[in-house]
């Protein structure tokens, strides 16, 4: 009679064989890799993020955040840097204007330079994100400026770390699978609301990367997964959540390695089941165990040199509302809707233009002809992710949200059909004057079609327009 063992006991034991196959003796392929880490957990009481009904600072520390970072230098001498953090998100400024000093001082290309959020609805307002989201005190709001800069220096730190911390390193890739993410578009006679859709669309891939140092030991793992960091919901305790203790549980087993996130196109997916701490964790372990049976199989040897290319696309509105549309928000009851048309009737109270696009990042880090990183900015439905895989065959990509700039959902065309959250309610809380128009989502396929090409990869010879 056949046996089941408990998530827990199939993770150590994929563990336990993980360490007996690692290879001793992994030979460099022309790279080197270093890492970094710093701790970005707020020194006191902080407002959290992600949620409109939250009041109060947080009022306990349930795991450290951290900023961590990976830096790759290949046979010509350039210098490629990740940094991923425990952060619902950084804005375009806080993310300019670390892109400008790692060039100056650190003299990495902004091209080469990607900084990717884990988007934990249970870290810090960010300065300048979700800004009608919050209604923070004076105060609160002094407080959040105060952490940015805090945030932004320590992630700089980081990635000196990693610059010192150069030494040959052979990479690997692999991809596995988890169940933690759940459709969360449900259907029903009131339009699309949040719940559990079992037969909606989900990227359940768990994309990792191994890097070796020449005695075999994993100096690094960078993995991925496209959910939402929302388990405990609205709570005041600070951490990384599943991504946090993913990352934790992997740094324990792997002595001297170091565990980063990259959260993929999961927009429109959260963590299932979800309400606690104790999910939060389990829900970690089951990621962690994905990453660590990836680790036992055979995986792809990844070589140089890195190719890199990063460009702003200017993804299309619908057109713009009139002043009676702002004013009839203006009526509604919850203030963040009220804020964010008090704000727009400001803006055409002074005769300033409503924007009719919006400018978003996009990036492609390509290892040789073995693997395509891409970058997307903003809060990526996993439409995206599935339909590169599928128009991209001949690249093994892996494909990343909440790159560089969360300035928004990305809804894909049909989810701006469906309606509901992701195409139009949450536009309240980032900002935007109207929701995406049709064409956004070819816009930002093709963009990535560009810079797939230009890195030296292959695009379909046909693309749609």
């Not at 330079?113 to 870290?123: P, V, Y």
């Not at 339009?191 to 037969?199: A, K, L, R, S």
Request: proline share 6%.
């Amino acid at each position: 009679m056949s046996r089941c063992f408990p998530p827990h006991c199939r993770f150590i034991l994929l563990v336990l064989i993980g360490l007996v196959v690692a290879l001793p003796g992994a030979r460099a392929q022309g790279l080197k890799a270093g890492v970094g880490r710093a701790d970005i957990t707020p020194s006191g009481p902080i407002r959290l993020a992600g949620y409109a009904s939250r009041t109060k600072p947080s009022d306990k520390i349930d795991q450290h955040l951290f900023a961590k970072a990976l830096a790759f230098q290949d046979s010509s001498g350039a210098i490629t840097l990740l940094i991923t953090a425990d952060t619902i998100g950084t804005p375009r400024t806080f993310n300019d204007e670390l892109a400008g000093r790692i060039e100056k001082e650190l003299k990495i290309d902004r091209s080469r330079f990607l900084f990717a959020c884990s988007h934990s609805h249970s870290t810090p307002v960010v300065h300048g994100g979700l800004t009608d989201m919050y209604g923070l005190s004076a105060g609160e709001a002094q407080a959040v400026e105060h952490y940015a800069g805090f945030f932004q220096q320590k992630s700089f730190e980081a990635a000196q770390r990693a610059i010192q911390d150069l030494e040959p390193a052979s990479l690997a890739f692999g991809r596995g699978e988890a169940f933690v993410a759940g459709n969360r578009r449900q259907f029903g006679l009131k339009g699309v609301g949040f719940g559990f859709n079992p037969n909606g669309v989900v990227d359940r891939d768990v994309p990792v990367l191994r890097v070796a140092r020449e005695d075999g030991s994993i100096k690094a793992v960078l993995f991925g997964y496209a959910c939402h960091n929302t388990t405990p919901g609205p709570n005041d305790e600070i951490s990384g959540d599943w991504a946090g203790y993913a990352a934790e549980n992997l740094e324990r087993t792997y002595a001297g390695a170091t565990a980063l996130f990259i959260t993929g196109c999961g927009a429109d997916a959260n963590p299932y089941p979800r309400g606690s701490l104790a999910l939060s964790r389990a829900h970690g372990l089951q990621l962690a165990g994905a990453v660590a049976r990836v680790l036992t199989e055979p995986m792809t040897s990844i070589s140089g040199p890195i190719s890199a290319a990063y460009e702003r696309v200017d993804l299309p509105l619908e057109k713009t509302p009139d002043k009676a549309y702002y004013e009839a928000k203006l009526q509604e009851k919850p203030a963040a809707t009220q804020r964010y048309a008090q704000r727009f009737l400001d803006r055409m109270a002074r005769g300033e233009a409503l924007e009719t696009t919006h400018s978003a990042p996009v990036q492609v880090l390509r290892f040789g002809n073995t693997l395509t990183l891409v970058g997307l900015g903003g809060e990526v439905v996993a439409d995206y992710a599935l339909r590169l895989k599928r128009e991209l065959p001949g690249e093994r990509l892996w494909t990343a949200g909440y790159c560089n700039d969360v300035f928004a959902y990305v809804p894909s065309m049909r989810i701006l059909i469906e309606g509901g959250y992701e195409a139009d309610a949450s536009l309240i809380y980032y900002g935007l004057p109207t929701r995406f128009a049709p064409a956004v989502e070819d816009t930002l396929v093709q963009k990535v079609f560009d810079l797939v090409k230009q890195t030296g990869g292959s695009v379909p010879t046909v693309q749609k327009k």
